[in-house]
C-alpha cells in the first residue's frame, strides 16, 4: 500500500524568509503528485501537481515543488512567504489502479500547519 | 463558473440517527469523490462516483453510501451514526475520473458533528 509521509506537522516562520514543506511517499510505480492548501473553514485549493515531465513544478501564490524519484520526496518551497500564506498544507499522491474496476484513488499526508509570523 | 457547493455546511446528529450530504459539482465536470476529513485521521477517501456508477471505494464501513444523479450532482448518506462519524466531509468534483491525473476542485465541506 502507498503512504504518504509529510515530515513537518507544524513550521513555523518569520514573514519573508523562505520556507520548505517536506513530503515524502512510498511507491514502486509511477505516480501523480499533488500539494493542497486549506484555509480555516475552507475546502481544499490544488497548488500545484506533477504528473510527468520537468521535476520542477511551478504553482500558483510563488510556491514551487520539486519531484525527486531516487528520494521519493515532493517538498514544496516558497522563496518569501507571507502572511497570507498561513495555512495547512497537504501533499497527496495519486496511484493508478490494478485495473478492471479499480480505478486507483487520492493519498493525502497528515498535513503541515505553516503559521507566517510578522 | 460557479464552485463545488454542499449543502448543509454545518450538521448536528445524535448517535443512531442517519445523515444526507449533498454536493453539486462544476458544470460539466463528471466525476465527484468524497473524502472524510478528521484530526486523528487526516483525509480519508470515501468514494468516486463517475457517470452514476461508483468507480472506486475506501476502507469505510457499509454505513457509508452514496449515488450520483445524472446531472452529475452527488449524495452520501450515513447510518447509525457514531461518534467517530463527527467530521469534515469534502467532495470534489473533476472533469475525468480523478486517475487521469486531472485537477479536483473542492466544496467547502460539511461540518457534520455527532453528540
Known amino acids: 500500500a502507498q503512504s504518504v509521509t509529510q515530515l513537518d506537522s507544524q513550521v513555523p516562520v518569520f514573514e519573508e524568509a523562505p520556507v520548505e514543506l517536506r513530503c515524502n511517499y512510498s511507491?514502486?510505480?509511477?505516480?501523480?503528485l499533488f500539494w493542497y492548501v486549506q484555509y480555516p473553514n475552507q475546502g481544499l485549493q490544488l497548488l500545484l501537481k506533477y504528473l510527468s515531465g520537468s521535476t520542477l513544478v511551478k504553482g500558483i501564490n510563488g510556491f514551487e515543488a520539486e519531484f525527486n524519484k531516487s528520494q521519493t520526496s515532493f517538498h514544496l518551497r516558497k522563496p518569501s512567504v507571507h502572511i497570507s500564506d498561513t495555512a495547512e498544507y497537504f501533499c497527496a499522491v495519486w496511484k493508478d489502479g490494478a485495473g478492471g474496476t479499480s480505478y486507483g484513488k487520492l493519498t493525502f499526508g497528515q498535513g503541515t500547519i505553516l503559521t507566517v509570523h510578522p | 463558473k460557479a464552485g463545488v457547493t454542499q449543502t448543509p455546511r454545518y450538521l448536528i446528529k445524535t448517535r443512531g440517527q442517519q445523515v444526507t450530504l449533498s454536493c453539486s459539482p462544476i458544470s460539466g465536470h463528471r466525476s465527484v469523490s468524497w473524502y472524510q476529513q478528521t484530526p486523528g485521521q487526516g483525509l480519508q477517501f470515501l468514494f468516486e462516483y463517475f457517470s452514476e456508477t461508483q468507480r472506486n471505494k475506501g476502507n469505510f464501513p457499509g454505513r457509508f453510501s452514496g449515488r450520483q444523479f445524472s446531472n452529475s450532482r452527488s449524495e452520501m448518506n450515513v447510518s447509525t451514526l457514531e461518534l467517530g462519524d463527527s467530521a469534515l466531509y469534502l467532495c470534489?468534483?473533476?472533469?475525468?475520473?480523478?486517475?487521469?491525473?486531472?485537477?479536483?476542485?473542492f466544496g467547502p465541506g460539511t461540518r457534520l458533528t455527532v453528540l
Open positions: 511507491s514502486s510505480v509511477s505516480v501523480y
Open positions: 470534489a468534483s473533476s472533469l475525468g475520473l480523478a486517475g487521469e491525473g486531472g485537477e479536483q476542485f
